[in-house]
């Protein structure tokens, strides 16, 4: 059968992810950028890097690259490579050192790339990462000489090959429908699951969040996000949308940001709410701390009411934000205002709720079998509108099982996403999150919200976070609950006991351990699989 | 008597007391990353009565860092 011949589409160039950054240049071309580790780039410089790189891979391919990889870790490079690929015509396609090597392998074949832009720090790991990989994407390694890496059938471009190039001077045109971004997120399976994100997809968030925010050429925005977390987008793209510039973090910064917050003067704050619980369990967050910020934005895992209101406290000139959103829905589509007054009724579990979803976007809660929950009762949040992305990279089956279309009137069939997560809707049109689908276990019969137990451990003032697992595992029912708490001054006994008086005995944890720091993923969520994990290697 | 540091290092790292040597340091080996930074902080504070606080536990980011910092600062104490 001979495959049907793919329609050539008539582009003409638009608006897309790269034509904020543009625009920004053309009007400030020596505004700063980004700064990396003390050293600044003004829109301008960026600009000509990231065309001269776009420009060097178009002429060595031969022809407008597809998917471009970015294995760069908080680096020029890193960021300079996202507007390359972008400013090329091509996806760009985030990599991370931190992962590892057969991972990052993986990634590079599932997504099929024709070039890699590498950084310094990155390139060590290429040689293995290389290592039967078939056919090797073109490599373009700024910071190094190409003849460290060259091999036969591999085409190397390093710092030498790239000085006489010059910029990039007609970009290829994009249109909405085109992928902007493919990140790989963690599949229950093990497998990493691609998610191609449209230019129309990220305009539209793009749009709301400058309107919503008011940015302007005056902020100065964090780099909390590895750039393989596709929050990292919010703080490049938002920012340079508007002419403002972005400071990277380095890791250590991270757990002590507030020098860092102060030499800068940032006035945006983007993170995962791990870091503010971090810094209160180190007592690191203290009122007033944070003078400059204007916009405070946690996103990523539930936000603990104890952390929302110690960083308004820090933050006291500062917005305060909750926003909630899986990759598929492209980085956020519901948040609440944080307000001292109204939101702590409207708190579940001690977390901020996850509001409202924003304008353009629907949100809804539907059953098991994709029914409308009406009665103010739980259900999976669903969400339709310009956020959600066309489906999974190459896995159909995938894709019509998360993402599907919902009679809403007789005439009108909308297509949501469903996230998984369940969720309760306040009178006040306020979601709540209550935990994953899947973390609505059986214990011994009984149904088991894990949230409602991990809430119930947090209540003692000494406990900074929570994480309750269903354990032992037999059969594939849970015999019981073991429970991680970290915090400081943690009574064990007396934590126990005060469980035990607010739950039921099949909801009491048969054993509380307490840690230091709880593991992360390398997005800097709770990894609640490694938890789990060190409970199986103990039995 | 209190701990020697390198029990307290190879402790929180689960690495042998044997490679805990003055030049080693912050992201050398996978064991001390960032999370595990924090954690050392936290046990090197409960092992020796210190406070470290957010500048200085950007400075102690080598085994060379802490074993001066804790000597000067049990001189001030």
Known sequence: MTKPAEPVIDKVDGRSLRSGFLASAAAHPQATALAVQGVTRT????ETTARIWAQAIGEALGRRPERVGIFGYRSEVSYAGVLAALFGGATFVPLNRTFPPARTRRMIEAANLDAIIVDQSSSVQLTEILKGLRPTPLLLLPENEAREFSAPGRVVLGKSELAGVSPLAALPPVIPSDIAYLLFTSGSTGVPKGVPVTHGNVLHFIDVITDRYGITPADRFSQTFDQTFDLSVFDLFVAWERGASVYAMQPLELLAPTRFVTRNELTVWFSVPSIPALMRKK??????????????????????????????????????????????????????????ERSPALCVNGMVPIGRPFPGLGAMLLDDDL???????????????????????????????????????????????RTGDR????????????????????VLGHRVELGEIEAALRADAAVVEAIAVGWPVEEGTAHGIVAFVSGSGIDQG?????????????????EIRVIDTMPLNPNGKIDRNALQQRLDGTR | MSKPIEAVIAETFRISPAAVLDTLAFNAIPEWDSLAHMDLMLALEAAYGVTIDEDRMLELTSVRAIREFLRDGARGA
């Open chain 1, 423 to 442: 969720a309760a809707r306040h009178p006040s049109g306020d979601y709540v999150y209550l935990g994953r689908v899947d973390h609505q276990i059986k």
């Open chain 1, 283 to 340: 007592g690191f967050l203290k009122p007033g701390g944070f003078p400059s910020l204007r916009l405070s934005l946690f996103c990523g895992e539930p936000l603990p009411v104890a952390s929302a209101e110690a960083w308004q406290q820090a933050a006291p000139n500062s917005i305060l934000e909750n926003l909630y959103g899986p990759t598929e829905l492209t980085i956020a589509c519901l948040l609440h205002r944080w307000d001292p």
């Open chain 1, 371 to 417: 029914r409308p929950i009406t009665d103010g009762g739980a259900g999976e949040l669903c969400v339709c509108g310009p956020q959600t992305v066309p489906g999974y990279w190459q896995d159909d089956a995938k894709t019509a099982e998360r993402f599907v279309s919902v009679r809403v009137s007789p005439s009108i069939t909308v297509r949501v996403y």
């Open chain 1, 43 to 46: 829109y301008g410089e960026l």
């Open chain 1, 494 to 510: 007396r934590l126990l006991e005060a469980v035990r008086a607010k739950l039921p005995d099949y909801m009491t944890p048969r």
